[in-house]
């Protein structure tokens, strides 16, 4: 079986809502600095490119966690790969994602980062699956809003693989 990758959101689409969302954030957190922390590996293409174009002062984290015993669907208890380096007590902490599906790990995430104190705790996604959504999460910033379907590129693998694509493509497989 080989597969092919169609284009969802090309590389200009992405590039301009990102700014977009850039130019939200830099005016939401005005007067303070902001924290991202990315969940790796996916959110780290976003990341890089979000936190250019933030005109506030940034500081980065990178945490690494992956759902427990689920194979396609996260099962909603997380394990911790590679936690933050610092501690984020009293941090304007704004969470940066690939892609919100079922929702699980997010609610788990973030009800663990509510924990450590952090003076606030937001969320940003690049994408996001709602028809998919089974937990409660509530996303403050949306890159696009995604039906149903299986997509890469971006940082979003299929198999380790199309990460590095500067756009975001859904896989087609052919036999
Ligand atoms: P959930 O929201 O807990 O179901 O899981 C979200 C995670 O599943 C994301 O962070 C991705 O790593 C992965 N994921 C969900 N949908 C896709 C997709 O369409 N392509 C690639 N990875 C996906
Ligand atoms: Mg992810």
New binding site residues.
Partial sequence: MSECIKVLLSEKDVDARISELGRQISEDYAGRQVHLIC?LK?GSFFMCELAKRITVPVSLDFMSVS?YGGNT??SGEILIKKDLDESIAGKDVLVV??????????SCLLKLLLERKPSSLRLCTLLD?PE?RVTDVNVDYTGFRIPD????GYG???DQKYRNLPYIGVVEFND
């Fill in positions: 969940v996916g759902s669907e996260s994602e690939d892609i919100v599906d079922s929702g699980r790990t997010l699956k998919r379907t299986f997509v890469v979003l693998d299929y």
